[in-house]
């Protein structure tokens, strides 16, 4: 039987550079490799992976495989699938930690049937047992409204890690790694899928991820149209963005990419501003991080309101034009 | 050319009652009887993928679910609101499975079915949201699988697929048969029609238990985990919201604006 030994990061590239998730990864697997007194090795896939295998040892690796190869400029789970696949059964790893990211959340389950392990997606929190050395893996379930802690004796143990949920590393430029390249022969004739078109539908203004304020709606909002009219203004003048509950974006009164929650978009931003979103845990999962949340209802029994720091009960369409006029002349004085 | 599609289908507790109403209670979530059960939200979504095919082009709709103690009007809803099949693998072996043990018996329930072009899944249930399932019947049968599908076409013997990323869709070709894990997007499942419930109503599902798909007990539900649950918690949450009012509620607005300059956020 092998053995199973060391940390493994599934790592990812936006636009060329390391992804944030990925240096989250590697500072939560660096930890648990420590723990283990295991190495942590990344693995990188793409058409091009260039200095971002120099900032993977800078953010926490031992070794990096590098594998590029023209088939993974884009993402395909029947391409990747081959080089993880083998990627892992060469490395033979105890523990994989993967983004659940739109890669990750599709890559990972594949991944675990393959080799015939299990896989915990949305983990929050990982430690390792002192006892067993068996990884403790919590993440939420029933919506968010309970959490559970899964272990697995099958190995590889694999997990997938919601975004914003672990820290980096201080980036250091003096740690020492090894970059390995990697060559994996792609069969493209086993990729089942084409892809046809890319389409970017992202709205033009502020990134959601990226924005520090953020002015939701939820389904008290009634419609479509006072995303563009009252919680644009606000938003605009604090140079936020604008973000939905499910509902809206379900109901088609935002795009998709507006959507904040457990299936949606996960933020983080320094303040946000919940208006006529009753809650969900559902919800809440997607802006908990946010520093400070800020809660408008009409409904004073809301859940928002176990989650807010302040708040107004009260109807939007009264509090709000109210709300920004007055910010709007404190900002100005 | 008829599509034939097996759309899978979870029967759980509504996730859409309230966060107080969920307790753990002995490593159990429990419910007061109030909260009904449903099929799962992107299970729903999923059949009204099928539908959609199924209009456009013509087909059969087998729906398929796995649990114990299935509430036949709930899960029914899959007949009236169009599908020509209900199979239940019903059985108290099939508690409390993991993603794995649930896969597994899909997979070989749907070898059984025999003929499929598309099978349907949601992209995670309501209750446990893991989102494994979908692809782990497509690895175990050996078929390509596509998630986040908001829109799915047929045409000779490939669909063309809508997939979600995180800054707009792609659209991706896939060779049939695939599996197809659908996300919000797709439209909400349309409401049955007197006609369909009353058909659904005559219409009995075909239930299998372990035996009639060829697996052992031991080999599903809690049995066959690979993954073992060891705690299920609620942690503590300390409200601490300070509620600004005022005379109206427009002042509320105001004295928020001002309160919020005060503790330098905004």
């Known amino acids: ?333 | 050319m008829p599509v034939n599609m097996i759309v899978c289908c979870k029967q759980v507790p509504d996730p859409e009652a309230p966060p107080a109403v969920f307790k753990v209670v002995n490593n159990k979530m429990t419910l007061p009887p109030e909260v009904k059960p449903v099929i799962g939200q992107y299970e729903e979504f999923a059949l009204e993928a099928a539908l959609k095919i199924k209009d456009a082009t013509g087909g059969k709709i087998t729906a398929l679910s796995l649990g114990n103690n299935f509430v036949r009007d709930v899960i029914k809803k899959s007949l009236a609101v169009g599908a020509d099949e209900l199979v239940l693998l019903e059985d108290k072996a099939f508690e409390d499975g993991d993603s794995w043990s649930t896969a597994n018996a899909l997979a070989t329930a749907i070898k059984k079915i025999g003929t499929y072009d598309i099978i349907f899944c949601g992209r995670q249930s309501s209750d446990w949201d893991a989102g494994q399932v979908g692809l782990g019947v497509a690895e175990i049968l050996g078929i390509p699988a596509v998630t986040l599908a908001r829109k799915v076409e047929v045409s000779d013997g490939k669909a063309k697929v809508e997939r979600v990323i995180p800054d707009g869709y792609q659209v991706i070709e896939v060779t049939l048969p695939a599996v197809i894990i659908v996300t919000s997007g797709i439209g909400a499942l349309r409401y049955a029609t007197l006609k369909g419930i009353m058909a659904a109503a005559k219409k009995q599902p075909v239930v299998w238990k372990p035996a009639d798909i060829g697996l052992e007990p031991s080999q599903t539900g809690a049995a066959g985990r690979r993954s073992k649950l060891d705690k299920l918690f609620q942690p503590v949450k300390e409200s601490k919201c300070e509620i600004i009012e005022g005379e109206t509620v427009a002042e509320a607005g105001a004295k928020l604006a001002v309160r919020l300059r005060e503790a330098k956020l905004l």
């Open chain 1, 1 to 333: 039987m092998a053995e199973y030994k060391g940390v493994l990061v599934c790592g990812e590239l936006a636009d060329g550079k390391l992804a944030s998730i990925t240096t989250e990864l590697l500072g939560c697997g660096r930890k648990l490799a420590d723990e283990l007194k295991e190495h942590l090795s990344c693995l990188l896939a793409s058409d091009a992976v260039g200095e971002a295998s120099k900032e993977a040892i800078a953010s926490g690796a031992d070794k990096v495989y590098v594998v590029e190869h023209p088939t993974l400029k884009e993402y395909q789970a029947d391409s990747y699938m081959q080089v993880a696949e083998k990627l892992a059964k060469d490395v033979s790893p105890r523990v994989i930690l993967i983004g659940q990211t739109s890669v990750g959340r599709d890559l990972a389950p594949r991944l675990a049937f393959r080799l015939g392990t299990s896989v915990t997606t949305d983990c929050l929190n990982l430690s390792i047992d002192a006892a067993t050395k068996l990884l403790v893996q919590t993440r939420p379930v029933y919506g968010g409204n309970a959490q559970a802690v899964f272990t697995s004796e099958s190995m590889p143990q694999i997990v997938t890690v919601r975004a914003k949920a672990m820290s980096p590393l201080e980036r250091d430029a003096s740690r020492k790694g090894e970059v390995i390249p990697t060559k994996i022969d792609i069969d493209t004739s086993k990729v089942r899928t084409k892809i046809l078109e890319t389409v970017k539908e992202e709205a033009v203004g502020i990134k959601l991820e990226d924005a520090p304020v953020i002015v939701s709606g939820g389904r008290g909002m009634g419609g479509p149209q006072p995303f563009q009219t009252i919680l644009k203004q606000l938003a605009d003048l604090l140079h936020g963005a604008v973000g939905a509950s499910r509902p809206p974006a379900d109901n088609g009164w935002v795009p998709e990419h507006l959507h904040i929650g457990l299936t949606g978009k996960i933020v983080a931003p320094d303040v946000y501003i919940a208006v006529a979103i009753s809650g969900a845990s559902q919800h809440t999962a997607g802006c908990s991080g946010s520093k400070h949340i800020i809660a408008i209802n009409k409904d004073p029994e809301a859940n928002i309101f176990r989650e807010a720091e302040f708040g107004v009960v009260g109807k939007y369409e009264e509090v709000l034009p109210a709300f920004t006029n007055k910010l709007k002349e404190l900002l100005a004085g």
